[in-house]
């Protein structure tokens, strides 16, 4: 008998350390944050108010993104992976550079062992959704391609209703943007009230298709970069991108008003991210700095001192592992992707000397960059060095081609009134194979230094950094070396 009361003595601690340390858990669940992704599409720095631009500045453009970049961090040197929307966006969810697990195609998801941050979230407790704007994490043609679809399907790549517990594809553009707070508020009367949740949220805008009617914006008031040619329908495209970004922001705060209403803002941490560069002249689809370079913005109540603003370096493959690390989890695999949460708690704290962009087959002709360029790039805090490996490849910007904007430019170029500047930048025979510029003294990247032997040094530094992350990857690319090998013996005769 005593025995007996032993036993069940001791069955009876240990069941109750055992109900202890599951409520443990679930204490510890509840206290994880929320966090909530937020990514405009094709958006580029420096367009919000926080960045100082001129024109977002004059027509007050983003005061609710402005307002919320004081509430925490303002990046200003982010950038993207890629100067397209899906390689952009898997990278940022699985945390690799796009060439690394072979999605540099427009429209290629990763294979179905890649894991996303959200596979581990999800594995810990997270709720996890997707919505709004198409985020492209299971290719860019669904629906327009019944075979593609199949053998995706097929190869276990189109698996994303198994991986998320929401996932839904709504347009934001025009009335469907006064909608985001009912949506937001649908999304999140899903989630268990016992888990915390991660829930990715896109917008469309400032994507084209811009609506005509661009809002008391005077076109010709804009101040153009020197490197838009100043010309009528330019100066109106413009007006009807800013227009759009005025719109986002519109959404932007309609969804902030959500999280106070339903008492969450304080538990959740907001990331706001432009995807990609916007479609404007140099921008999405090049490697130029409108390309890559985009607005990112972090707010995490009572972690992040309010109103800061750091110039670390980051890409978009670093957000992954930066999430994963705020709850103190990780990838089970390599990545190419670097926590920046150090830069979080400190925001001079620095993980990267450098950020490295790819870019590949897009939609369009193959005999123009608007449909297939094969480029990389690295940026340091000074420099971007830049290789194309198809220096023939006619120019013709991403999405914007069958615009007025783009008549009115050729069309310019046809009558001979554009100024040189233009002409090399937009309508040239050949492109370097390499480009070489300094950010500090040259911000739009219109003097290409790659030749000059005062930054010869700097060109073999950046140089042999793109070719270790070209090697690391498993690029398809000819290295910049044998490129320049081959000149070389082709310039002596030799080959």
Not at 44 to 67: C, E, F, M, R
Not at 133 to 156: F, Q, S, V
Not at 363 to 384: C, E, I, N, W, Y
Not at 469 to 476: C, G, V
Request: hydrophobic share 35%.
């Amino acid at each position: 008998m005593k025995i007996l009361k032993t036993i069940l003595f001791y069955l009876s601690f240990f069941s109750f350390f055992s109900v202890l340390s599951q409520n443990k858990e679930v204490i510890n669940q509840k206290n994880k944050p929320n966090i909530l992704l937020i990514l405009s599409d094709d958006h580029s720095y420096p367009h919000l108010g926080s960045y100082g631009d001129a024109n977002v500045l004059k027509y007050q453009i983003t005061p609710n993104l402005d307002a919320f970049a004081k509430e925490g961090m303002r990046f200003d040197r982010a950038y993207t992976s890629a100067p397209q929307c899906a390689p952009s966006r898997i990278s940022m969810f699985t945390g690799s550079s796009p060439v690394s697990i072979d999605v540099s195609r427009f429209g290629e998801p990763a294979r179905k062992e890649v894991d996303f941050f959200t596979d581990i979230l999800k594995a810990n407790g997270y709720w996890v959704g997707l919505d709004g704007r198409n985020h492209h994490l299971d290719g860019a043609l669904e629906g327009k391609n019944n075979r593609i679809d199949e053998i995706l399907k097929m190869g276990g790549m189109k698996n994303l209703d198994e991986r998320f517990d929401h996932v839904a594809k709504n347009n934001t553009k025009k009335d469907n943007l006064f909608k985001v707070p009912q949506r937001i508020h649908s999304i999140l009367d899903e989630v268990p009230q016992n888990k915390p949740f991660f829930l990715y949220f896109g917008f469309n805008q400032p994507h084209r298709m811009f609506d005509d009617d661009f809002e008391e914006i005077n076109p010709n008031d804009l101040v153009l970069p020197p490197d838009f040619p100043d010309l009528p329908e330019i100066r109106k495209d413009y007006a009807r991108y800013l227009s759009e970004v005025r719109d986002m922001d519109k959404g932007f705060g309609l969804i902030m008003e959500v999280l106070k209403k339903r008492g969450i803002d304080k538990n959740t941490i907001v990331i706001f991210m432009g995807d990609n560069g916007e479609a404007l002249l140099r921008g999405k689809g090049t490697l130029a700095g409108r390309g890559i370079h985009v607005p990112l913005l972090v707010r995490w109540p009572n972690q992040i001192k309010e109103n800061t603003v750091t110039s670390a370096l980051v890409s978009g493959e670093d957000i992954a592992p930066t999430i994963l690390d705020i709850v103190g989890l990780k990838f089970t695999k390599d990545i190419t992707g670097i926590s920046f949460l150090n830069t979080l708690k400190d925001y001079e704290s620095e993980t990267r000397s450098y950020v490295f962009a790819e870019r590949g087959f897009h939609a369009g002709p193959l005999t123009r960059t608007d449909g297939l360029d094969l480029s990389r790039s690295v940026t340091s805090k000074k420099f971007h060095f830049v290789y194309n490996a198809l220096p023939k490849q006619e120019f013709a910007q991403v999405d914007m081609v069958k615009t007025f904007a783009w008549e009115d430019l050729v069309n310019s170029y046809k009558s001979n009134k554009l100024k040189e500047l233009h002409n090399r930048l937009y309508f040239y025979n050949e492109r370097p194979v390499f480009e070489l510029y300094d950010l500090e003294n040259d911000p739009y990247e219109l003097v290409n230094l790659y030749g000059d032997k005062k930054y010869k040094e700097i060109e073999e530094t950046l140089r042999n950094e793109m070719e270790k992350k070209m090697l690391l990857d498993h690029d398809f690319l000819p290295l910049p070396s044998d490129v320049i090998q081959y000149n070389k013996k082709k310039n002596k005769g030799d080959e």
